[in-house]
């Protein structure tokens, strides 16, 4: 933590230089994330600049973790982004937008704090929802992210995978009946749990852990409580800077401060307030009461490398599709 304090501290002080010779006008760092985090950033970032950079405006863009990829790709001009899954963070390394070494520039391999993937259901738990399993029952109706379009989806499946792997001989069936309770398959993480919290579909969300707690909160802990399955992904929300774009446009020391500001004891804090579990070990110690243990995994480990997963489960035709094409034909089948 000292080494990560006096990056911490050089930076700003670089940067404190930087900005004072350009207070004529006002620079905009533009923050390009994934949906579920922009609660997070909206307190972070006037924290940050009242703290370090009264001058520099932040903007946000938020949306589905693939399609924020793919505008960064095709000339959103991020300055910096937040994403769950590293390949993406790499496809903007190879065109030479990020860093090759983005993984080494920042502490703990790029990530400052994580979440876990849960099951949200309503007050009470009326349909008795535990684990895995009973998401496959056919009196419950499963809502998450589309795994095609959502990095959070893809934790979402990989999660139930797992879980069927595990415990039973035919994984295939599993998800097969699981995905025969979907009604409807989200674009990203935060219209699935706005589906499931304020338009009533479904009995039980699946979705990362801060957003299911957010939503319990936002809606009042009276609507809906948070069950954590018996083996669950952990999702890191890995960040980077955008150095092509942040050297065009002279904000490679803010971008660089507001990053390495994410470890600090009072971003990690703010981040346990918006419910992500942190990398610091002294924040960590005080959140057992928040956070409980879980087992959890790392889909990488468990699964392969990114590209072997997209492969495998997610790009067209591949073992989600045929799933979800044997789901739909066996609820014809009933009909």
């Known amino acids: 933590m000292k080494k990560i304090a006096s990056i911490l501290a050089l930076s700003l002080l670089i940067g404190g230089i930087f900005w004072s010779e350009s207070t004529e006008q006002k620079s905009v760092l533009l923050n390009v994330s994934y949906d579920v985090i922009r609660d997070f950033y909206k307190e972070y970032n006037p924290q940050f600049r009242q703290a370090f950079a009264p001058d520099l405006m932040i903007s946000q863009s938020h949306g589905g973790a693939s399609k924020q990829v793919l505008a960064v790709l095709n000339g959103l001009p991020a300055d910096v982004v937040t994403l769950t899954q590293s390949n993406d963070v790499d496809a903007l390394a190879k065109k030479g937008l990020v860093a090759q070494n983005w993984r080494k520039v920042l502490p703990n391999g790029a990530v400052p704090f994580g979440s876990v993937m849960v099951l949200l259901v309503k007050k009470g738990n009326p349909k008795q929802i535990k684990d895995w399993a009973d998401l496959t029952r056919a009196d419950v109706r499963v809502v998450f992210a589309n795994p095609k379009t959502s990095a959070n989806g893809r934790f979402a499946y990989l999660s139930a995978l797992a879980y069927a792997e595990q415990h039973t001989s ?166």
């Open 170 to 335: 035919d994984s295939q069936a599993f998800m097969v009946n699981l995905l025969k309770n979907v009604p409807v398959l989200e674009a990203g993480a935060r219209s699935a749990s706005i589906a499931f919290t304020q338009r009533n579909i479904g009995d039980v969300l699946i979705a990362p852990e801060n957003e299911a707690a957010l939503a319990a909160k936002t809606l009042g802990n009276e609507s809906f409580e948070v069950v954590y399955p018996s083996l669950t992904a952990y999702t890191p929300v890995y960040v980077a800077e955008v150095t092509k774009n942040t050297a065009q446009d002279g904000l490679h020391q803010q971008a660089y401060a507001y990053l390495t500001h994410l470890w600090s004891e009072q971003a990690q804090q703010l981040a346990v307030e918006n419910f992500f579990r942190p990398t610091n070990a002294k924040v960590l110690e005080k959140t057992t009461a928040l956070f409980p243990n879980v087992n959890s995994f790392d889909v990488n480990e468990t699964f392969g490398d990114w590209n072997k997963i997209n492969q495998t489960y997610f790009v067209d035709n591949a073992r989600f599709d045929r799933e979800y094409i044997a789901a739909q034909q066996a609820k014809e089948g009933v009909k």
